[in-house]
């Protein structure tokens, strides 16, 4: 019998609806936000030392919570992950022209971070398999201006904490975890994000729990702690009256987290859990699925690691299958699989390549704050690039409550391209 036609030369489509939109809020989050809102207490946060500089009695809440669930002394509540990104460099003490290392294989914010303060990304290769920094990479990157590490636990599935927490106790460096799409996951019996100096998470819509936008800052650091809190709410006018003396970097913004997000985000939490475990078994339905086709490497999860399977990634093996990623691409979209074939090399975007951030001159690199010609031509991250360019596929796990049927259609598209791989090639 042969091979059923594939929808890419006129065939059926194996997947002939779209699959029902991720959407984690319930009747309990319902019923908190409006208990908020009946309140008129939407925000309590005042930018002055004050009781209130902590904010409302949810933001507290939702704190203390998150603290006690990741098992860390402080968490910062914050009105996005970008904002705790930002807040998290500057509360490490990072001074113009101090290089901070950095995956190219993220979101843009992890590195303009890091520019916020007039420092320099550096950017380090990936591990092939975990797509997270390689180690040897950020060693083999490390200058006398190196003054941080920041890793991103991408697709749900933390770096090699302990490779690069040696290698930053070996410079003295601090460490950054952007573990913005692994909340939940584990690296040898830790959360992701506790291990670094600072690390979070982000509550943004699409990922595991979510409050429409915000982010969760974690630190067992007393110091950075109290930095965070006063980077996020107008530091400048604060310091004085609450004694502190340390003035660097407390520039302040207003960062803050309103009730009504902390109420769902309280409940969202308490799903987090569930979630995970959700997830984690219809990835590994997939992965059960996809086993044997040839050219296919599904996800890598490493010894000691668990995977909450933001993106489910997978890489192509070119030369077994004898058919370019676009072909593949093209025909799995065609079937109504929504893979994606590029993720981010951000060391190639305008802003690096040009290297113009404030203003038109090209500040911070033209500056005398910058010590050194920083190279980001292509080339310097070979595997994040080939990746992105030709061997990268990845499935949006987070962007869709899916069932055991919807994976079981997703695996049948696969193999009725892996199918006909003969006729992608005419």
């Known amino acids: 019998m042969s091979n059923p036609k594939l929808a890419l030369f006129g065939g059926s489509k194996t997947i002939q609806t779209t699959f029902k939109r991720y959407n984690p809020i319930g009747v309990e989050e319902v019923e908190a936000a409006k208990q908020v809102i009946e309140s008129g207490v939407l925000s309590q946060f005042l930018g002055v030392w004050h009781e209130d500089f902590y904010g409302g009695p949810k933001v507290r809440e939702f704190e203390r ?40 294989w993220t979101m843009s914010a992890t590195a303009t971070a890091i520019l916020h303060w007039n420092a320099i990304p550096v950017f380090a290769d990936i591990d092939p398999e975990t797509f997270n920094l390689d180690p040897k990479s950020v060693e083999a ?12 636990d991408i697709f749900g599935q933390s770096a090699d ?18 573990t913005a799409q692994a909340p939940g996951a584990l690296y040898k019996g830790k959360y992701a994000g506790t291990l670094a100096d600072v690390g979070g998470y982000s509550l943004n819509y699409h990922k595991h729990i979510h409050t429409g936008e915000g982010g969760i800052l974690v630190t067992d650091n007393d110091e950075i702690a109290e930095r965070l809190q006063l980077i996020r709410n107008h530091a400048e006018a ?28 309280i409940e969202q939490l308490k799903k987090l859990d569930r979630f995970v475990q959700s997830r984690q078994a219809l990835a590994n339905r997939l992965t059960e699925g996809l086993h044997g086709l040839r050219g296919l490497r599904t996800p890598v999860v490493k010894p000691g690691c668990t995977h909450v399977y933001y993106v ?37 975007l305008p802003l690096y390549q040009r290297k113009i ?8 690199w033209t500056s005398d704050i910058c010590r050194r010609d920083v190279d980001y031509s292509k080339g310097i991250c070979p595997v994040a690039e080939q990746l992105n360019d030709s061997t990268y596929l ?22 009725k391209v892996w199918n006909s791989l003969d006729l992608l090639n005419t």
């Open 65 to 104: 919570q998150c603290a006690e669930y990741f098992g860390v002394k402080h968490a910062v509540t914050v009105n996005s992950w970008t904002s705790g990104l930002v807040a998290a460099v500057g509360a490490i003490g990072i001074e113009p022209g101090d290089e901070v290392i950095v995956t190219p």
């Open 141 to 152: 990157n490390i200058t006398p201006y190196t003054k941080a590490i920041m890793v991103a």
């Open 161 to 178: 904490m302990d490779a690069l927490m040696a290698t930053a106790a070996k410079h003295g460096l601090k460490i950054i975890s952007d």
């Open 238 to 265: 604060v310091v004085g009256d609450k004694g502190v003396t340390n003035l660097s970097n407390m520039i302040g913004h207003n960062f803050r987290l309103g009730e009504i997000e902390c109420a769902i985000g």
């Open 312 to 348: 489910y990634p997978m890489v192509l093996d070119i030369e077994a299958l004898g058919v370019s990623r676009e072909r593949i691409h093209a025909a799995l979209q065609a079937e109504g699989v929504a893979v994606s074939k590029h993720y981010q090399n951000i060391h190639l």
């Open 357 to 364: 951030a404030y203003g038109s001159m090209g500040f911070p």
């Open 394 to 415: 990845g499935f949006g796990m987070c962007v869709y409550d899916l069932t055991e049927d919807d994976v079981d259609l997703i695996v049948t598209a696969f193999q």
